[in-house]
């Protein structure tokens, strides 16, 4: 699973990539997550492929525009609910992407 995970400068999202590799490995899945700042969506978008982008909660602001770049590659959307956004809900979170990418 390979997931681009972004909030609004890729700092406090690494805390939660981190959370987000570390449950998959108690799982047994392989997650790859990179953590980047909104404005670098699109370039790492064009670049590499992702199965979803995840957008921090404190990012609100610019959900339709990360929202609609995901959609311009046909990659899956979902903002982070606040209550997810610490890596101590890693595994809420993981489950939350597993379902979205089931759908």
């Known amino acids: 699973m390979k997931i681009l995970l972004s909030c609004s400068g890729g700092m406090s999202s690494s805390l939660i990539a981190n959370g987000l590799v570390k449950e998959g490995k108690k799982r047994g899945i392989d997650v790859e997550v990179k953590a980047v700042g909104t404005e670098g969506i699109a370039d790492e978008l064009s670049a590499d492929q992702y199965d979803i982008v995840l957008l ?15 959609k311009d590659h046909h990659i899956n959307f979902l903002l982070i609910p606040r209550t997810m956004y610490t890596p101590l809900a890693a595994g809420k979170l993981l489950d939350l992407v597993s379902e979205e990418l089931a759908k």
């Open 56 to 70: 921090a909660p404190q990012a609100v602001f610019r959900k339709q525009a990360v929202e609609d770049e995901a």
